[in-house]
C-alpha cells in the first residue's frame, strides 16, 4: 500500500508564494517521475508542472517562470514552489506519482486527496 499525502495549501494574497509538499510513504521499491496536477472549479483537471527521479522537469505553460518543482528522492518527497501566485492559479492541487513500483514488485499510479490553494485579488 503507497499512499501520497499533499500539505502547504492554504489563502494567498495575489503576488505571493506557498509551497507545497508531497510525501509518498508505504511499500515503496521505486518512482520515476512524480507531479503536480491542479483543478479548480469547473474545469478540468490538468497538469502543473512534473519531475523525474532524475531531474528532468516539465512545466504548464501558465506557471513556466513563477512555479518550481524538485523532489528529494531519499525522502520520496515532491515539492512545489510557488511564487507571483495569481488568482487564475487557485484550485486544489493534487500529488501524482504514475508507476509506482512497490516492494512486492507491483506498478501502479497513485493520487493524493488534495490540497486547496486559493490566490485572493
Known amino acids: 500500500q503507497v499512499q501520497l499525502v499533499e500539505s502547504g495549501g492554504g489563502l494567498v494574497q495575489a503576488g505571493g508564494s506557498l509551497r507545497l509538499s508531497c510525501v509518498a510513504s508505504g511499500s515503496i521499491y521505486s518512482i520515476n517521475y512524480m507531479g503536480w496536477y491542479r483543478q479548480a472549479q469547473g474545469k478540468q483537471r490538468e497538469l502543473v508542472a512534473r519531475?523525474?527521479?532524475?531531474?528532468?522537469?516539465n512545466y504548464a505553460s501558465s506557471v513556466k517562470g513563477r512555479f518550481t518543482i524538485s523532489r528529494d528522492n531519499a525522502k520520496n518527497t515532491v515539492y512545489l514552489q510557488m511564487d507571483s501566485l495569481k488568482p487564475e492559479d487557485t484550485a486544489d492541487y493534487y500529488c501524482?506519482?504514475?508507476?509506482?513500483?512497490?516492494?512486492?514488485?507491483?506498478?501502479?499510479?497513485?493520487w493524493g486527496k488534495g490540497t486547496l490553494v486559493t490566490v485572493s485579488s
Open positions: 501524482y506519482a504514475p508507476w509506482v513500483v512497490t516492494t512486492e514488485g507491483r506498478g501502479m499510479d497513485y
Open positions: 519531475i523525474s527521479s532524475g531531474g528532468s522537469t
